[in-house]
């Protein structure tokens, strides 16, 4: 016979300490709390209901002797049910526990998780009385040793940080290195054959897609398709146990994290504390909906029935209130701390910022993550939008945060697709945005620049396509973003002809270096090293199949194209001038002074400040250069570059400026000719821009 001891009311969730298990559960406006105890995955109803009696400042809590880890659980919650007050209790729905470690059993949809019977006249208004046990995805206890056997953070410092963003299954689904079970598994993903791979390529960080658990929408598993993304947590505390190989998930992801410090690669987690599975007030009633919906969502001011929806998926947390601020705060130290994690790239995190309504520099998650002396010191990426009013905050967030820099990447994609008046802006993105970043005493890292993400064209299909082309995603092509800033080079999709080819890999080659010689932090989406393609599907957010995953069986043009990308890599990592860790001390626009990223027009003249905005201006030059005295401790040599673009249709002669650090130039990078690495020019010189191309210059020999 179990018995309930008093307990704890901290930490919340279930603990185990080796002869019991406590259990602490926040809930303001509950009646009543019961922990149900299930015998197996399979279990229809649970086989004990442990009625929690004690309750500290809100939380319900109490100790059971003799539960181990391995055991499932789930919560009934008790309470009013009144919809339009906000409150939406009832003790016939089983809940996840918000803090599990780990979801022993997934969610099966059926009518019986929705609070409310389906087709009722009065929808949502009506309490469902018919049990959601045998649907309901359960919580499972954990036990937390594992040996780090010493192996800490790299810490890898921001300037020296290239982003590599990808899926735990889709990077290696097809890769056929590893055995059939490890394929698409974390433990796959930290395989030797991953692991070198990346680190040939030169990244230092990998990103991953969510990895948190998360639901799988019934109208997707309806069309046979599925949440591939994973952007619908379910369980901010668990790693998804689809992705894994063996039983003890928790272990598993702990060993993939172990083995990427151990070969110096970040590992940083795309996160969704925005909004939940749970959708809007007719969504499923699965965990916080029926623990406290009152205070774990925003609420309509004038009627609580409904949300505030600010992410385009039903709801929003919370995230003002002290307790829905905690749930995402420890969280995040978790995975921290326990899980090791370097960082995290917050999905819309415009809604993270919000105070009441409005975006606030100092709103309570801003100013918490501030304050907090775990959190602080990781590497934070903001998604810096909403789909709220005044969602658009690029360039508005504060330290210690970094921002997807979207400017950068609609400016990059607009100037080489030959769009008019895009000098100036182009120019900011090459030396790190200050227009956005300096006035609020940031410096370039604030800036995570990108040409392409999971959300959108890759690469390939960014120059392959200028229209989407989604109707595998059954949605009739009304899904996906329309202004995408593509250009097809002359024909839709794939081609025969051999000059579409070639300018599609030029201008693949131009947007690739564009990023990686910019002054920020460059993230690379993953696949698009090997011209990776979607076929057109910018959303592909429901494919979980090779629409989706990576390439590793690559023909001639992508290998090369992974070589161009790693010889970018490696200048970037070899030149601290490419990487700097403060704006230069003027940007477009002004007047150079000594150290500055100096600007230049064909002729060889710094640029006139009515050429900026000229609309017919696409060619233009940078050199950069810094004095011996602005770092003597730096063991490198003085150097210049100088990078040229040229985004007309027909090639244009540059003159080339004195060199400053150097008596001449020397060729490091061409995209139209990517095998040429010879040639060298002194001040006056002219260098032939052929169209549509970049050519990097320095006053020291490549080294090739």
């Not at 015998?39 to 442990?50: C, I, M, N, T, Y």
């Not at 003890?248 to 083995?259: A, I, N, P």
């Not at 004038?302 to 385009?312: N, Q």
Request: aromatic share 10%.
């Amino acid at each position: 016979m179990l018995q309930v001891l008093p307990g704890k009311p901290y930490p919340l969730g279930a603990h185990c300490d080796g002869a019991g298990v406590n259990f602490a559960l926040f809930s303001e406006h509950a009646t009543s709390v019961s922990v149900c105890l299930f015998d197996g995955p399979h279990a229809l109803v649970e086989s004990r209901r442990l009625t929690l009696t004690e309750r500290t400042d809100g939380v319900w809590h109490g100790y059971v002797p003799g539960l181990t880890p391995g055991q499932l659980y789930g919560y009934r919650v008790d309470g009013p049910y009144r919809p339009r007050q906000g409150h939406r209790f009832n003790p016939h729905k089983v809940l996840l526990d918000p803090y599990t470690r780990l979801v022993g059993r997934r969610l099966s949809w059926g009518e019986e998780l929705f609070a409310y019977p389906l087709g009722h006249e009065s929808e949502d208004l009506v309490r469902d009385e018919r049990d959601s046990a045998p649907f309901a995805p359960l919580g499972q206890v954990v036990h937390s040793d594992f040996d780090w056997e010493g192996v800490g953070k790299p810490e890898t410092p921001w300037e020296r940080t290239v982003i590599y963003e990808a899926h735990v299954r889709g990077l290696t689904r097809l890769n056929t290195q590893l055995p059939e079970r490890l394929r698409g598994t974390y433990e796959g993903l930290a395989s030797d054959a991953v692991i070198a791979y990346l680190k040939e390529l030169g990244v230092t960080a990998i990103e991953l897609l969510p990895i948190q658990h998360h639901a799988i929408d019934g109208h997707l598993i309806t069309h046979g398709l599925s949440n591939y993304w994973g952007y619908n947590t379910l369980a901010f505390f668990a790693p998804d146990t689809r992705y894994a190989a063996t039983n003890d998930v928790v272990s598993e992801f702990k060993r993939m994290v172990k083995r990427f410090h151990a070969h110096g690669l970040e590992v940083l987690l795309d996160v969704v504390y925005n909004h939940t599975a749970e959708g809007s007030h007719l969504g499923p009633t699965l965990s916080l909906r029926g623990i406290d919906n009152a205070v774990y969502y925003r609420l309509a001011s004038r009627e609580k029935r409904y949300y505030h929806d600010y992410t385009g998926c039903g709801n929003t947390l919370a995230i003002h209130h002290p307790r829905a601020l905690q749930l995402v705060m420890d969280s995040l130290r978790y995975w921290a701390t326990e899980m090791q994690v370097d960082g995290f790239r917050f999905d819309l995190a415009s809604a993270l910022g919000r105070g009441l309504h409005a975006f606030s520099q100092n709103g309570p998650f801003l100013d918490a993550i501030a304050q907090d002396p775990v959190l602080s010191r990781v590497k934070l990426i903001a998604e810096p939008w909403d789909l709220g009013e005044h969602g658009y905050q690029v360039g508005h967030f504060p330290s210690p945060w970094s921002e997807w820099n979207g400017r950068f990447r609609d400016t990059v994609r607009r100037f080489w697709r030959g769009d008019d008046g895009l000098a100036f802006d182009f120019a900011q993105g090459l030396v790190g945005s200050p227009q956005l970043y300096r006035k609020s005493g940031r410096s370039p890292r604030a800036s995570i620049n990108f040409v392409t993400c999971h959300d959108g064209f890759t690469l390939n299909d960014l120059v392959s396509y200028n229209e989407k082309h989604n109707e595998a995603n059954r949605e009739d092509n009304r899904d996906g973003e329309n202004h995408n800033h593509a250009w097809n080079c002359g024909e839709e999709g794939p081609t025969k002809d051999a000059d579409i080819q070639r300018l599609r890999q030029r201008q693949m080659r131009n947007l690739m270096a564009s990023l990686l010689l910019s002054q920020g932090v460059p993230m690379i989406n993953s696949g698009d090293e090997v011209c990776r393609t979607q076929r057109g599907n910018n959303n592909v957010y429901c494919q979980d199949n090779d629409l989706s995953w990576h390439p590793w069986l690559h023909d001639a043009n992508q290998r090369d194209f992974f070589a161009f990308v790693q010889r970018v890599l490696r200048i970037r990592a070899a030149t601290p001038l490419l990487r700097r860790k403060q704006f230069f001390q003027d940007g477009p626009g002004h007047h150079a002074h000594a150290g500055d990223a100096v600007w230049f027009e064909p002729s060889g003249q710094e640029m006139a400040p009515g050429s900026w905005h000229a609309h017919f201006v696409r060619c233009l030059g940078v050199r950069l250069y810094e004095l011996p005295e602005t770092d003597p401790t730096r063991p490198d040599a003085p150097l210049s570059l100088m990078v040229l673009v040229n985004a007309h249709h027909d090639a244009i002669p540059f003159t080339l400026p004195d060199p400053v650090m150097g008596s001449g130039w020397h060729l490091w990078l061409d995209t139209n000719d990517v095998l040429n690495l010879e040639g060298s020019w002194v001040e006056g010189d002219s260098v032939d821009l052929a169209g549509r191309s970049l050519v990097l210059l320095a006053t020291a020999p490549c080294d090739g």
